[in-house]
Structure formats: structure tokens, C-alpha cells
């Protein structure tokens, strides 16, 4: 088991403020149905992969002269990452997990090689390698997997997933949680975030179990940090040499967010608001602690009353007008505060240690390992006043108050960057009615945020493509992607 520290206390919920002030009118580029990272990392900023429509920043938490950071524009070549195919792992005849057509596979690897790109994103599941037991770690699938990817040339981002995968909205699992994790949660249903009605979504553990030890004695955090610690343990000979990025999940779908917006099983459809999602019996402790804290235990009884259901519009929902039952109220302000607050936390605490585990391959290594972090894309409603679909998704951020810097800050403490979704849209391809901005969401989140910590460079890491399906390889799509991969490869 992980060495561990002490998690000090953290009191998320206390009021600051972030007022937001800069202008939305920044126009983005369609740049297509993949993904980029933006980095400020060891004295220079530059762009590298991360997953499914994603633009990402980080901020060092050192910051060198902006000479060296203008030594960017001296990379001009750009490394092109294709993401592992969702349905490459399948179950034996024993039920254990294992590869799918592994020489179909292998050619693929081969074929990817020789068309230039330079390495694969591969989700790592909780639920594969701690199936069975707590703290039995069974690595080997992942073994044979990283071995083919090496021997094939190509280089490795790697996705530690915490969360289940579901198929459609019969609820199927691709992967669920570790087993004895599920079974734990049929005992008590609270482990996992639910919402007014009592629903439960099984995706990812509630915030609210993250330092209870409801885990055969381990807490949440534990679960998480063992299991990182694992696996840098387990791969650490090729550490910088082959694994050249780490994300960590943190949430549904690997990102930092509740599950406000479940479509898998038909309660929230686009563009609905969505719902708080903190009415499991633990969340709920913790806010009756932090409004008795806060001198105002009646505000601990419940979440806002008044907020509309899953797939209700903004209009006529008072909790998201303007009014004395608001957002903009006193309780408003409380609730949105611990509420953000818990998901801040979160990230802090398992991105602190994260960081620890990967520093030495960061000082040690000619390829530093890149820590990233995901948040989802919320760009729906943006445009009005309270920003409701991104208020239930944990992000308080309004037309009055920026909801990514306390978030940026976190991941500047760590060295991390940070993953957005949504980066190849562009605001005339959304309904007008919705009020939907992704390009403002990613001027915020992004490039404004670069600015404000560091320096705004604009130089390219690596891209990555996503997925590699049967499609890539048709002719028609494999005539278009080689000469494409070949010029991001060439120089600019």
C-alpha cells in the first residue's frame, strides 16, 4: 500500500470572489473532431493530446523568464496521439478481461507507425486491474498492451480512469467500478451522487465518501492514491521513456464535474439545465457541517428548493433569475460556494499526490511526464446571467464571478494542465435560443487564463485523433489522414 499523508482539512465553501470582466468576443477556430493540450511547462508553453474534442492549458507552478518561454516557437513539428478504440477490451471464457483481435490490433499499431503518428491514449479502468479485491492489482492486461504499443514505436498518454463506462441507456457496462466497489454499493446506495429524487448514478464515487474509510478500511482518496501508487510502481522502467502524459480522473467520464446531466438513462436531454446532484447521505452531512459553520443551520437542511428539474430552461426557474431566492442571494452564494467548493477539494487532494508520484520522472527523464486534468465543456446557457447548466455541473461561474480561476489555481499548484472538451465548435453551429457560447467558454477557460498565469505563446505540442476504428483505415479516410498526419509532422 501507498505511503500516505495527511489531508488537511479544507475549507472549500468560504466565500472569495472572482468577478469576471474580460469580453466574450473572441472568435475560435474549427480545427475538427479532436483534441489539443496547451502546456506551460518547465519555462515553455506548447500544445499536446488528451482525448475527445478537448483544447487543455496548465500553468507551472514555477515560472521562468518569458525568453526561455519564447523558445517555443522553435518546435515547429507536431506529434500526432490516436486514442485506443473504446471496445478493445472484451471478457474470456473465465470472465476475465482481456484484448480483442490482438493482430488486427498489432497491424493497426504497425500501420499507425508507419503513417507518422507518434503514440496512443489508452484508458487504464479502475474496474479492469482492482477488479476483484481491494489492493489486488493485476496489471497484466495492461502489460501486454503497453508492450505492443512500445514494440510498434509509438509512445503512450495514459488515462487512469475511476469511473464506469456505459454503452447506451439500458445502463450496460463496458467497465463498471471494481467489484467489490459495486458491492459495497448495493449495502448503501449513498457511496454514489444522487440527485433530489433519491436517483443514484453509479458512474463515479460521491464526493461525500472521499475521506470516509467505507472501503474495507481505505477512504475514497486512498482507493485513488493506492492505485496511482501501483501504478507507478509497475511501469516505472518506461516512465518518460514510452508514458510520456498521466491523466487523472476525477469525476464522470474522467472529468472534474457531477454527473448533472445524465443522458445514458434518459433523464436529461440537451439543453436541459440539469440538477444538483448532492442528496446522498454524506454530501448531505457535509453541508449541514459547513452551514453550521457558516452560523446558518436551517441552510444545511436541503439544496435549493427552487432550481427547475433536469431538463428545464433558465427562464422561469427562480433559483437562476434574478430575484431574492437566487443565486445571487445569501444562501445561493453558500450553497454554490461549498457546493464548487467540495469538487475543488477533490482535485487538490488527488492531484497533490498525483503530482508527488510523477515528480521524479519530471526531474529525472529528457521526456518530463505531463500531469492533466479534465473538466467538462459546459458551453450551454453560457451566455445568460447565471450560467445554470454549469452551476449544476459544479462550476460556479456567472456573468458576475469566474468559476475557472480557483480551478486554474489548483492546477497551477500541481503543474497540471488542464482538458477542456468542445474545442473544434464554434458558436454559429448552436441554436441561438440556448444561449450557447463554447467559443466564450474556451476564451475563459483557456486562453485568458494563460494570460493571467503565466505567458500567452502560441506554439503545438502534439494532437491527438479521435478514435482508431475500423473507419480510419477505409481508403477514402486513410488517403486524407496520412498526408494530414505527415504535415503536422513536417515543419511549419
Avoid at 500553468?59 to 523568464?65: K, Y
Avoid at 433559483?319 to 450553497?335: A, I, N, P, V
Avoid at 529525472?364 to 479534465?374: D, G, I, M
Avoid at 503565466?454 to 503545438?460: F, L, N, P
Wanted: aromatic share 12%; proline share 4%.
Amino acid at each position: 500500500m501507498a505511503e500516505r499523508g495527511g489531508i488537511p482539512n479544507c475549507r472549500c465553501w468560504g466565500r472569495r470572489s472572482f468577478v469576471k470582466n474580460l469580453g466574450r468576443s473572441g472568435r475560435g477556430r474549427k480545427i475538427g473532431n479532436d483534441s489539443m493540450v496547451c502546456r506551460f511547462d518547465r519555462g515553455f508553453y506548447g500544445w499536446g493530446s488528451v482525448g475527445s474534442n478537448c483544447c487543455a492549458l496548465s500553468m507551472a507552478h514555477q515560472e521562468e523568464s518569458k525568453s526561455t518561454v519564447l523558445e517555443s516557437f522553435k518546435m515547429k513539428r507536431v506529434p500526432i496521439f490516436v486514442m485506443m478504440p473504446i471496445d478493445i477490451l472484451g471478457v474470456d471464457t473465465s470472465g476475465a478481461p482481456k484484448i480483442k483481435k490482438v493482430k488486427a490490433l498489432s497491424i493497426s499499431l504497425k500501420a499507425l507507425k508507419l503513417a507518422g503518428v507518434h503514440g496512443i491514449t489508452v484508458e487504464v479502468w479502475w474496474g479492469i486491474v482492482e477488479r476483484s479485491s481491494p489492493l489486488n492489482y493485476d496489471w497484466s492486461l495492461y502489460e501486454e498492451l503497453f508492450r505492443m504499443i512500445s514494440v510498434s514505436g509509438l509512445k503512450l498518454h495514459v488515462s487512469l480512469s475511476f469511473h464506469s463506462c456505459t454503452r447506451s441507456s439500458s445502463g450496460k457496462g463496458v467497465v463498471t467500478l471494481p467489484s467489490w466497489i459495486v458491492e459495497i454499493g448495493f449495502l448503501d446506495k449513498n457511496i454514489y451522487y444522487q440527485d433530489r429524487n433519491g436517483l443514484s448514478n453509479g458512474d463515479y464515487l460521491s464526493l461525500g465518501v472521499d475521506q470516509m474509510p467505507l472501503f474495507c478500511g481505505r477512504t475514497a482518496l486512498q482507493c485513488y492514491e493506492d492505485f496511482m501508487f501501483s501504478f507507478v510502481n509497475k511501469f516505472d522502467s518506461i516512465m518518460g521513456r514510452v508514458i510520456e502524459e498521466v491523466s487523472i480522473g476525477l469525476g464522470p467520464s474522467g472529468e472534474l464535474r457531477y454527473p448533472a446531466h445524465p443522458s445514458a438513462d434518459g433523464r436529461w436531454r440537451f439543453p436541459g439545465i440539469g440538477e444538483f446532484q448532492c442528496y446522498d447521505k454524506y454530501m448531505m452531512e457535509d453541508l449541514k457541517r459547513a452551514a453550521c459553520q457558516e452560523g446558518k443551520p436551517e441552510w444545511g437542511d436541503d439544496g435549493p428548493q427552487n432550481a427547475g428539474g433536469y431538463n428545464s430552461i433558465p427562464s422561469g426557474v427562480p433559483f437562476f433569475e434574478e430575484g431574492r431566492e437566487s443565486f445571487l442571494s445569501d444562501y445561493g452564494r453558500f450553497f454554490l460556494e461549498w457546493y464548487s467548493g467540495k469538487l475543488i477539494c477533490h482535485a487538490d487532494a488527488i492531484l497533490g499526490k498525483a503530482a508527488n508520484m510523477l515528480k521524479k520522472y519530471q526531474d529525472n527523464t529528457s521526456v518530463p511526464v505531463l500531469l492533466v486534468a479534465k473538466i467538462g465543456g459546459i458551453y450551454w446557457w453560457y451566455q445568460t446571467q447565471s450560467h445554470p447548466a454549469e452551476l449544476t455541473a459544479g462550476y460556479y461561474n456567472t456573468a458576475m464571478r469566474d468559476g475557472y480561476d480557483p480551478l486554474a489555481s489548483v492546477l497551477s499548484r500541481h503543474g497540471a494542465a488542464l482538458h477542456i472538451s468542445c474545442l473544434e465548435m464554434i458558436d454559429g453551429e448552436t441554436a441561438s435560443n440556448y444561449r450557447c457560447s463554447p467559443e466564450g467558454l474556451l476564451q475563459q477557460a483557456g486562453l485568458l487564463q494563460i494570460v493571467a498565469n503565466c505567458y500567452q505563446v502560441e506554439a503545438v505540442r502534439s494532437f491527438t485523433y479521435f478514435r482508431m476504428n475500423d473507419k480510419i483505415f477505409r481508403v477514402e479516410n486513410w488517403n486524407n489522414f496520412v498526408p494530414f498526419v505527415r504535415r503536422m509532422n513536417s515543419e511549419l
